[in-house]
């Protein structure tokens, strides 16, 4: 059975309703699923979708292409919507110096206050990273980041694997680990501890090999665990077992998360 740590369930194929976008997943073997917001109107649909659905919870945060509108208002709304029992995680949150969408002061910022949020709150963390590897680990290093932290949409280098399993944080690959031109990735990917790996979809986004360049959803994950699974030469079966057993120890998802 599989989980899809990372979606963005009310972007799924707008024409459809959630329902049947889940119910197309649980076909597919997809037992549990993390929906996950980008600003606050996001992240109360996320906790609305969640509340919803069976074996659907919820991330809720600021993405740092809106961390502008990181105001101290909006986060003390962010604690009330994050305080909801369906919520399992803060995020998602980091830097992002490939678009630079905000300031990287208000990046910056809005990251440090979320990682307090979800140690305050006891909460997994979820970490947008891209091209800013360095002032990530700084950031998490200087503000203690919680045990429970992953990696979403890992994209980083070796180095990255190699600090992420110095401290227990999880990485959670997507589609593009599935691209056979992603040599870097890939590579990051085969030296990711088994048990510090998880899998997403980024759904509808970074559909994997071959709805490469199509919209995603989260009955695609089974292709990043096929990719995983190659990559560290075992099972099929065994790597979904262990993304989902992780999946649950991350976000202290219940036993029934995987489809007992």
Same mark, same amino acid.
Request: net charge negative; charged share 25%; with cysteine.
């Given at each position: ?50 509340? *919803? ?22 986060? *003390?709304?962010? %604690? ?13 949150? !980091? ?15 809005? @990251? ?7 140690? +305050?709150?006891? %909460? =997994? ?32 280098? +070796? ?10 944080? @999880?990485?959670?690959?997507?589609? $593009?680990?599935?691209? %056979? $031109?992603?040599? !870097?990735?890939? =590579? ?11 899998? +997403? ?12 360049? %199509? ?7 089974? @292709? ?12 099929? +079966? ?7 057993? $992780? ?10 998360? $995987?489809?007992?």
């Amino acid at each position: 059975m599989y989980t899809d740590t990372h979606c963005h369930l009310p972007l799924v194929d707008g024409d459809e309703p959630v329902e049947t976008v889940l119910a197309r997943a649980r076909e597919a073997g997809v037992t549990a699923f993390v929906t996950v917001g980008v600003d606050l109107a996001s992240s109360a649909e996320a906790v609305q979708v969640a509340a *919803g659905f069976d074996q659907v919870w919820a991330a809720v945060g600021i993405h740092p292409h809106n961390a502008i509108e990181a105001t101290d208002h909006v986060l *003390g709304r962010l %604690k009330v919507v994050a305080s909801h029992p369906q919520v399992v995680a803060i995020g998602e949150t !980091g830097l992002d110096y490939f678009r630079d969408h905000s300031p990287r002061i208000r990046q910056e910022e809005a @990251f440090r206050e979320q990682i307090r949020l979800a140690k +305050e709150l006891d %909460k =997994a963390l979820v970490i947008h990273c891209r091209d800013a590897q360095d002032d990530v680990l700084a950031i998490l290093t200087d503000e203690r980041a919680p045990e429970r932290t992953v990696f979403h949409c890992f994209s980083g280098d +070796e180095h990255l694997v190699g600090q992420c399993a110095r401290h227990g944080w @999880f990485m959670s690959f997507a589609g $593009n680990v599935t691209f %056979k $031109n992603a040599p !870097g990735l890939r =590579a990051a990917a085969a030296a990711a501890p088994v048990e510090l790996l998880v899998a +997403e979809t980024d759904a509808p986004y970074l559909s994997p090999h071959p709805y490469r360049g %199509k919209p995603n959803e989260p009955a695609r994950v089974r @292709f990043v665990v096929e990719a995983l699974a190659e990559l560290h030469d075992i099972p099929v +079966e065994e790597m979904a077992e262990h993304t989902s057993a $992780n999946a649950r120890r991350l976000f202290r998802l219940p036993a029934s998360a $995987n489809g007992t």
